[in-house]
Structures are given as structure tokens and as C-alpha cells.
């Protein structure tokens, strides 16, 4: 059993939960006492030392969520965004200060959480401005660009990040977002 504030050097960090208010336990799915780790008022690291992921988590509010258990594409998403975190709803805070972010309680595939990072951030990537000045929000824009790129392996420019937002931005075609998405981001498919 972990330990309350212990850090074990066997232990992998795996992804983080931060929420003020919250309080709970986290489980595997299995039971295994060996992967609880309680949650208090501070930042805590949920982690195991045999590398395996939850495949669904109890909040203590009586739900129960699915979510991904893909260890490499969740250290991924914290390379591309390094200030990022999960909180207690599961969503990942990709950019604290502008609040970024997106649900991942819901994300079961690698494609779940492709198609949510470009209908969610796309704009961010493309046209929003959470500052006053212009410079800080091309540099917003432009670091959201860059790590988007990072994470999906690909170069795209401000000006197709404008298609992707305009036309799948905010999940409002789903199901396109996830053919785009399958076919290896042809941008085709978005013009028809």
C-alpha cells in the first residue's frame, strides 16, 4: 500500500490529479490494494510500480469512469504539454493558465484522444487570444501549434489548424474528426 506524501524510487510516474476540494481514493479496477493511492488537498502522483494503468477509476462519488490505459500515448501528452495535469473529473489540463483542456474520463482509444485534441485545441492553436497583448497571444498560439505538432508527429500550419478548428473544432462532426484522424490527416476529407 502506498503511503500518504512517501515518494518510492520504484515508483513511475504515470500522470498527476490536482483539484483543491477534492478528496477520494483511487483503485485498479482488480481491487489490488497494491495500487490505491488516496488523494487529499494537495498534489499527489498516482503511480504503480508494475506499470500497469487504471483501466477505470472510483472518485468516491459513486461513479464509475472508463478511461485509457495507454501508459506511452498519456507520457506523451505530458511531454507535449509539461505544465499539463489530470485532475479529479478527469480532465487533462493541458495549460493551466488559459484552461486548456479536455475530458479524458471518456477517452477509451489512442483515436478518443486525437479527436479530442484537435476539436478542443485547435482554436487555441489557431485564433485565440486569452491575453492583452498581440505578441503574447501569437507566442500562446504558436507554442499550442508546436505542441500539438509534437504529439501527433506531424507539421501542421496555422492556416490548416484553421480548417481542422473551422470544420471538426468543438466536436461538432465527430465522426468526421475521427476519419480524419484514421486516414492519417488527409486533409481532403475536411473540404468535401
Not at 22 to 51: A, P, Y
Not at 79 to 96: K, M, T, W, Y
Not at 108 to 129: G, P
Request: charged share 20%.
Amino acid at each position: 500500500m502506498f503511503a500518504m506524501g512517501k515518494k518510492y524510487a520504484q515508483m513511475e510516474q504515470v500522470f498527476t490529479v490536482y483539484d483543491k476540494s477534492f478528496s477520494g481514493m483511487f483503485s485498479c479496477e482488480n481491487g489490488d490494494s497494491d495500487h490505491w493511492v488516496r488523494l487529499t488537498n494537495k498534489q499527489e502522483t498516482i503511480s504503480n510500480n508494475t506499470g500497469m494503468m487504471m483501466n477505470s477509476v472510483n472518485l468516491g462519488l459513486s461513479r464509475e469512469v472508463k478511461m485509457i490505459n495507454d501508459k506511452k500515448l498519456l507520457e506523451n501528452l505530458f511531454v507535449c504539454f509539461p505544465d499539463g495535469f489530470i485532475n479529479s473529473n478527469l480532465e487533462f489540463i493541458a495549460i493551466p493558465k488559459t484552461n486548456l483542456y479536455f475530458n479524458l474520463g471518456n477517452c477509451e482509444t489512442e483515436i478518443d484522444v486525437k479527436c479530442k485534441i484537435l476539436e478542443w485545441f485547435s482554436r487555441d492553436a489557431y485564433k485565440s487570444m486569452p491575453f492583452r497583448s498581440n505578441w503574447r497571444n501569437e507566442q500562446y498560439n504558436n507554442s499550442v501549434l508546436f505542441a500539438i505538432n509534437k504529439f501527433f508527429g506531424t507539421s501542421f500550419t496555422t492556416e490548416e489548424m484553421g480548417e481542422i478548428y473551422g470544420k471538426l473544432g468543438n466536436a461538432i462532426r465527430h465522426s468526421k474528426t475521427i476519419e480524419f484522424v484514421q486516414s492519417g490527416y488527409d486533409f481532403g476529407l475536411l473540404r468535401y
